[in-house]
């Protein structure tokens, strides 16, 4: 399996606290992207990167933001975290061309209280 | 943007066929993927279809037409393990996945 590992794994934290997701890959793929997960909405897209410091939005992406300094890590921060954003996680690579999509990392489970 | 629709949620009994039918809607078509994902797992990749047809692995096929703006995942011989949900995405010009709702397979001994 590809190397993707995101970290903390869980986590939970009060509203209007920033809070930072960390995703990081070995496969030196060129392309990341963060998603969340919520029930009755599949995955959906919050920001992707397509090279070190090269970020864009996804359809989600109010209340986030995005970092890539490496190619290995890709940087999730939720500025000021709301009970809207409780949600799990997932980050994702890829390499193009690639007949199987994308390699998922295990996720984040993130409560905000 | 995209417009993925299947099924919420469907039921079989082990050694059944299920058939899990997604419908797209979009500007510019470069792939439709199938996974599947386990309860509080990572989504693993199943099948990939780009040309109309039907692809066949193992137990699994899947089915793409692209003039219909339709495919479909059959699971044939269902196992136990098989209970997860099934999740339809395309792929765009733009390389990104969109994603369906996913469908929750429920397998009964």
């Known amino acids: 399996d590809a190397g993707i590992t995101q970290s903390p794994r869980h986590k939970v934290t009060e509203t209007g606290t920033p809070v930072t997701l960390r995703c990081h890959q070995t496969e030196n793929h060129r392309y990341m992207y963060w998603y969340r997960q919520d029930p009755g909405h599949g995955l959906r897209l919050i920001h992707y990167s397509y090279g070190v410091k090269d970020t864009d939005k996804g359809e989600v992406s109010d209340g986030y933001s995005v970092s890539r300094s490496k190619t290995e890590d890709f940087l999730l921060t939720l500025e000021s975290a709301t009970s809207s954003q409780t949600s799990v996680y997932f980050c994702?690579?890829?390499?193009?061309?690639?007949?199987?999509?994308?390699?998922f990392g295990s996720g984040t489970r993130l409560t905000v209280v | 943007g995209q417009n993925i629709d299947q099924p919420t949620e469907m039921t079989a009994t082990e050694g059944a066929i299920v058939q899990i039918n997604c419908t797209y809607q979009t500007s510019g078509f470069n792939g439709l993927f199938w996974y599947q994902q386990h309860a509080g797992e990572a989504p693993t990749f199943l099948s990939y279809?780009?040309?109309?047809g039907l692809e066949e692995k193992g137990r699994f096929s899947s089915f793409l037409s692209r003039s219909k703006g339709y495919s479909y995942l059959l699971l044939k011989e269902l196992q136990m393990k098989d209970s997860a949900s099934y999740l339809c995405?395309?792929?765009?010009?733009?390389?990104?996945?969109?994603f369906g709702a996913g469908t929750t397979v429920t397998v009964r001994a």
């Open positions: 995405a395309v792929r765009e010009r733009d390389y990104k996945l969109s």
């Open positions: 994702a690579i890829s390499e193009l061309p690639d007949r199987r999509g994308y390699t």
């Open positions: 279809n780009v040309l109309d």
